[in-house]
T-cell receptor, first 119, second 116 residues
Framework: GAVVSQHPSWVICKSGTSVKIECRSL??????MFWYRQFPKQSLMLMAT?????????EQGVEKDKFLINHASLTLSTLTVTSAHPEDSSFYIC???????????????FGQGTRLTVV | AQSVSQHNHHVILSEAASLELGCNYS??????LFWYVQYPGQHLQLLLK??????LVKGIKGFEAEFIKSKFSFNLRKPSVQWSDTAEYFC??????????????FGKGTHLIIQP
């Protein structure tokens, strides 16, 4: 299957700083990527849909100014957590679909996730 | 908007026991359905998926699921579990709207523990 890679796998940052998380599709082009957040022992919640070359679409309740998404190329989307606070500590996961190969009926491949801890 | 309900949050079974994890979704239109597994410390992996056709789908590692449209259900089954099946299992759906670019809606997950 297709490979989606996230970097870093974990990061610790000080409160008030910004953190950038990268999501790459390694062997396919992803016009659309998705960013999820997973709280401990809970499910994944869709935060936003990242569209190559255009603005991201955010889910209700997600602050777009806090979670900046940039999808500058067909293989890279970035999520920047701005002015991070301890409540932003979570597991962030991206996914992407190979629409070119599979069309609309295609599975999503997930990155390994990024554990963010804000101290 | 769609929603997904997984009935069992924690399941403990002995090896060789049969498994069935319930999943119901709420959405008025056509959906794609998925089961993902997350082993401790690892990323999500696809177990199986349903897009159309035969409602009984077979996935990896001996898992299967049956889509029952009238019940809005997509239950996961395995006839004989192994200790290595200990993991978190997530049911997910996405609406088959135009473009198919919708993200997934996940259930809360089922933590499965298999005792040797």
């Amino acid at each position: 299957g297709a490979v989606v890679s996230q970097h870093p796998s974990w990061v610790i940052c000080k409160s008030g700083t910004s953190v950038k998380i990268e999501c790459r599709s390694l062997d396919f082009q992803a016009t659309t990527m998705f960013w999820y957040r997973q709280f401990p022992k809970q499910s994944l919640m869709l935060m936003a849909t990242s569209n190559e070359g255009s603005k991201a679409t955010y889910e209700q309740g997600v602050e777009k100014d806090k979670f900046l998404i940039n999808h500058a190329s067909l293989t890279l989307s970035t999520l920047t957590v701005t002015s991070a606070h301890p409540e932003d500590s979570s597991f962030y996961i991206c996914s992407a679909r190979d629409y070119i190969k599979g069309g609309t009926d295609t599975e999503a491949f997930f990155g390994q996730g990024t554990r963010l801890t804000v101290v | 908007a769609q929603s997904v309900s997984q009935h069992n949050h924690h399941v403990i079974l002995s090896e060789a026991a049969s498994l069935e994890l319930g999943c119901n979704y709420s959405y008025g239109g056509t959906v794609n359905l998925f089961w993902y597994v997350q082993y401790p410390g690892q990323h999500l992996q696809l177990l199986l998926k349903y897009f159309s056709g035969d409602p009984l789908v077979k996935g990896i590692k001996g898992f299967e699921a049956e889509f029952i449209k009238s019940k809005f259900s997509f239950n996961l089954r395995k006839p004989s579990v192994q200790w290595s099946d200990t993991a978190e299992y997530f049911c997910a759906v996405n609406a088959r709207s135009g473009g198919g670019a919708d993200g997934l809606t996940f259930g809360k997950g089922t933590h499965l523990i298999i005792q040797p």
